[in-house]
């Protein structure tokens, strides 16, 4: 969902930065291939990740929820030489699919990529990680954080993508809504959490940034 205009939208993306070549042609085939296409960051998104990592340097990134690749790409943009990307994702038909592109950019021998559950996989890296991109399965937005909590330092960013959940985080709550109550429950520890600082940007779905003040 957008919380934009249309018109404001395209106004936006044509006054920002330049959708990158490859991450066109990701554009492109994931709209072709996928079936919930709208899961890609996509241009405008994409270049607001690509900034923030730009800003922060990181050495280490960590990803929950790769998809097609798009966002990891796009944070990369941002990494240290030296750096590495590790993107976590429980689909393996996307593998492949994934790999394709990380291997067509610049980047390829610097992403790493996990297949399974991210709980499970999370307390084996053995990495202090200075950037996180949540965008994964909402009912466990709390339990990433729980998890990635001890592997950030002061000053690390977290991002969490579709905070907003499609304006349903105002709306009357449906018992049976487990997706909008984790996300609920999510914002709420984000924004009282002592060791955290956080702003939502009104982004798409919504785009909260959280950074490590302790």
Not at 132 to 161: C, Q
Request: with cysteine; glycine share 6%; aromatic share 8%.
């Amino acid at each position: 969902m957008d919380f934009l205009p249309e018109k404001i939208n395209a106004y936006i993306e044509k006054h920002s930065q330049a959708e990158p070549e490859l991450l066109k042609k990701l554009n492109r085939e994931t709209w072709q291939k996928m079936i919930a296409p709208r899961m890609l960051s996509g241009h405008f998104q994409g270049r607001v990740l690509s900034m923030l990592s730009k800003l922060v340097q990181p050495n280490n990134i960590l990803e929950i929820g790769t998809y097609t690749g798009y966002s990891a790409l796009c944070l990369a943009e941002g990494m240290q030489e030296d750096g590495e990307l590790h993107t976590i994702d429980i689909n393996e038909e996307l593998f492949d699919f994934q790999r394709k592109y990380f291997d067509e950019s610049p980047f390829g021998k610097q992403i790493f990529q996990h297949l399974g559950n991210a709980l499970d996989i999370i307390p084996k890296l053995d990495k202090t990680f200075d950037l996180v991109f949540i965008d994964a399965d909402k009912n466990n937005y709390p339990n990433y954080l729980e998890i990635i909590l001890p592997k950030l330092k002061k000053g690390s960013v977290i991002l969490s993508d579709n905070v907003l959940w499609s304006g349903k985080v105002i709306e009357d709550l449906k018992e049976d809504d487990e997706d909008t109550k984790a996300l609920l429950h999510y914002n709420k520890v984000l924004n009282e959490h002592p060791k955290l600082e956080t702003v939502i940007l009104p982004i798409r779905d919504g785009l909260t940034i959280s950074r490590v003040i302790g």
